[in-house]
């Protein structure tokens, strides 16, 4: 078992002279889920995207302690998996390149058995060979959540988890969350009331963009 931390510290994030949220302070920790909730426009995606790494706060700071060691951030990938409307999917390579891909970029070894289980897991393992151009949305949307567990992360963010998931995705994804390592942290981003179940506590940004930008 591991021990994750996330603390947040008066993380403020602003775009130019645009103040998307300040003074967001929390801390989430090994087997706990959080829903970050909000109107459109409010910061939930561009929070995820901080956290994963992929984009710089403005001010405050944020840190993730791996048994009680600070995790660097160019090493934040390598225990996030971030399920996102912004990822970018290969479309012209196959499903199974794609993640090939992935577990490539992160510099994990998988042999095709490996990445043809996770196939089965999202259900595409019938669709493994196609081009991701002639996917369907939700069938991207399942690329995603293959490729955001391929390296079997201890954090897991999903920003609108269930958009464009059909019944049996969206029982995918119940179960994923239900499932998810006892010893991880889930973040759930959505404005969607049927995706709160997946979290103990909730966050509204829209308590946090009060502050003036001078
Ligand atoms: N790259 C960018 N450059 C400038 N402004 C941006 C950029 N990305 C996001 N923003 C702005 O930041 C604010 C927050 O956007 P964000 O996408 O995080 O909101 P959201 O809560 O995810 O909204 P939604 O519910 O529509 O998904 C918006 O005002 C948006 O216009
Ligand atoms: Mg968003």
């Known amino acids: 078992m591991n021990?994750?931390?996330?603390?947040?510290?008066?993380?403020?994030?602003?775009?130019?002279?645009?103040l998307v949220f300040d003074g967001l302070n929390f801390e989430i920790k090994s087997g706990e889920k959080l829903i970050i909730t909000g109107k459109n426009g409010s910061g939930k995606s561009t929070l995820m995207k901080i956290l994963a790494g992929v984009l710089t706060e403005s001010a405050g700071?944020?840190?993730?302690?791996?048994?009680d060691k600070k995790v660097d951030r160019e090493n934040?990938?390598?225990i996030v998996g971030l399920v996102?409307?912004?990822?970018?999917?290969?479309?012209?390579?196959?499903?199974?390149?794609n993640l090939k891909l992935f577990?490539?970029?992160?510099?994990?070894?998988?042999?095709?058995?490996?990445?043809?289980?996770?196939?089965k897991k999202v259900g595409l393992f019938d669709r493994r060979n196609d081009l991701v151009r002639t996917y369907s949305s939700g069938m991207k949307q399942r690329i995603k959540y293959a490729s955001a567990i391929l390296h079997n992360?201890?954090?897991?963010?999903?920003d609108e988890p269930t958009s464009n998931l059909d019944l049996d995705g969206?029982?995918?994804?119940?179960?994923?969350?239900?499932?998810?390592?006892?010893?991880?942290?889930v973040l759930v981003a959505t404005n969607e009331s049927q995706d709160f179940k997946y979290g103990q506590n909730i966050i509204n940004l829209d308590n946090f963009h009060n502050i003036q930008v001078k």
């Open 61 to 67: 700071f944020f840190q993730y302690i791996l048994n």
């Open 103 to 119: 577990a490539r970029i992160r510099n994990i070894k998988m042999s095709d058995e490996e990445i043809n289980q996770i196939l």
């Open 76 to 78: 934040i990938y390598q």
């Open 170 to 185: 969206k029982n995918f994804v119940d179960e994923l969350v239900e499932d998810f390592r006892s010893d991880g942290i």
């Open 84 to 97: 996102s409307p912004y990822l970018v999917l290969y479309d012209e390579f196959t499903a199974f390149e």
């Open 153 to 158: 992360p201890l954090v897991l963010l999903l």
């Open 3 to 18: 021990k994750i931390d996330l603390i947040v510290t008066n993380l403020k994030k602003t775009f130019n002279r645009r």
